[in-house]
């Protein structure tokens, strides 16, 4: 079945450092979108990206699905310390309506 | 935004007692929600598919007897775990999307169960 793979699982940055998340599906999605989960919270939708190649901008974070529709990745400038939580991508699998959730990766920020 | 209330947020039960967490979707109907489980430190797994009106579809390896969900209305699906045990102490979360073209998912605050 389809699998969502995020790397790294962990980073640690001092703040101002920038960091990256990076994920992989086993197979062509249609659509993918992150989350972002504080400590003992629920996800909280980041943003969606559809078409190949797509590139967006949400302040400090920017958000690229790549070319084959099967990898994205999550660019954080400028960390800072609200920026710490588990970010998720989610894939949409093509005929599907399911999504499933990567394996995320857990941002600490130093102050 | 759509706003998803999950209830309750925290159990504490006895092993072989059934457990009931609501999933309600506020200001929305919601034709479909789904229930997740998590792990401390893990991703979320989707469990099934709750579809108003008919039977949830589960996910591979769930067992339907076991985690029972019920979607009477476009604004309540419910899951029971049936005579539980410590295995299934867990953080339970539903989701939900509002029919948007943005197909956001809508999460609740989520369910941590303790099975003793």
């Known amino acids: 079945g389809q699998q969502v793979m995020q790397i790294p699982q962990y980073q640690h940055v001092q703040e101002g450092e920038d960091f990256t998340t990076y994920c992989n599906s086993s197979?062509?999605?249609?659509?993918i979108q992150w989350y972002k989960q504080r400590p003992g919270g629920h996800p909280v939708f980041l943003i969606q990206?559809?078409?190949?190649?797509e590139v967006k901008k949400q302040k400090r974070l920017t958000f690229q699905f790549g070319e084959a529709k099967k990898n994205s990745s999550l660019h954080i400038t400028a960390t800072q310390t609200t920026d710490v939580g588990t970010y998720f991508c989610?894939?949409?699998?093509?005929?599907?309506?399911?999504?499933?959730f990567g394996t995320g990766t857990r941002l600490k920020v130093l102050a | 935004g759509a706003v998803v209330s999950q209830h309750p947020s925290w159990v504490i039960c006895k092993s072989g007692t059934s457990v009931k967490i609501e999933c309600r979707s506020l200001?929305?109907?919601?034709?479909?929600m789904f229930w997740y489980r998590q792990f401390p430190k893990q991703s979320l797994m989707l469990m099934a598919t709750?579809?108003?009106?008919?039977?949830?579809?589960?996910e591979q390896g769930v067992e339907k007897d076991k985690f029972l969900i019920n979607h009477a209305s476009l604004t309540l699906s419910t899951l029971t775990v049936t005579s539980a045990h410590p295995e299934d102490s867990s953080f339970y979360i539903c989701?939900?999307?509002?029919?948007?073209?943005?197909?956001?998912?809508?999460f609740g605050e989520g369910s941590r169960l303790t099975v003793l």
């Open positions: 709750s579809n108003e009106g008919s039977k949830a579809t589960y």
């Open positions: 989610a894939g949409l699998g093509s005929g599907t309506y399911k999504y499933i």
């Open positions: 197979t062509t999605l249609s659509n």
């Open positions: 989701s939900a999307m509002t029919g948007s073209n943005t197909g956001e998912l809508f």
């Open positions: 200001d929305f109907q919601a034709t479909t």
């Open positions: 990206l559809v078409k190949s190649g």
